[in-house]
């Protein structure tokens, strides 16, 4: 059996890896948005300190998505030609 997130999920990682030139860890978790919210609540309610004390008790298994390099240069590039001079552009607005 595969991963819980796979397909265009896994595309879209990979996208998100290579746009900013780094690994990303995906984890073995399939309603990781209720498990962050919970996390968040138990946070508020004085339950765990912070994040890092409310990981700690957490046993899961994660897959390393790696950026695809040929799609680096292309993000780097297009970000180079289109986006890194937008601030200088809109800085006067």
Sequence with gaps: MGH?????ATVLMQIK???MNRSLARLDI?????LAAAMLGGIGAGIFRDTLEALEGLKY?????????AWVETYQR???EVYQGTWEQLKPL
């Design 78 to 80: 297009q970000y180079a």
């Design 30 to 34: 399939t309603e990781v948005v209720s």
């Design 4 to 8: 819980p997130q796979s397909g265009i």
């Design 61 to 69: 298994g994660q897959e390393e998505i790696l950026p695809e390099p």
């Design 17 to 19: 890896s290579s746009v």
